[in-house]
């Protein structure tokens, strides 16, 4: 088996606050395919420097990198990415049409959570 490239590895960040984006901006540095899922209104409080401020402005950049609020079916077609995607999309659905590679939880949740992975 031939190992993938890794822009060929998809990478889902759940959560794109402060933290979860400065680990989601280092990933997609090191040439992988890197989505977020947000809320549509989302909980960040470091707005300037999430990716987060892409679900509601659309589009936001963070020290170089740009993240797009896109439909999912939309991030599906596009042969190569050069940014970030944002989806506002139940994690669930996403998971599902997209099957990431590696999914990372950046939620900074205060109680432990469950999560299927199928």
């Not at 995607?85 to 590679?101: I, K």
């Amino acid at each position: 088996m031939q190992p993938q490239r890794p822009a060929d590895t998809r990478v889902l960040f759940l959560g794109s606050g402060d933290l979860g984006t400065g680990a989601a901006h280092r990933v997609f540095a090191a040439g992988f395919r890197v989505a977020v899922v947000e809320l549509a209104l989302p909980l960040a409080v470091r707005r300037r420097v999430s990716f987060a401020e892409a679900a509601r402005s659309g589009e936001t950049e963070v020290e170089g990198v740009t993240c797009r609020r896109m439909p999912l079916e939309m991030a599906l077609s596009l042969p190569r990415w050069d940014f970030v995607a944002l989806f506002v999309e139940p994690a669930g659905r996403v998971l599902d049409t997209w099957s990431p590679h590696v999914l990372v939880e950046a939620r900074m949740r205060k109680q432990p959570i469950e999560i299927a992975v199928p």
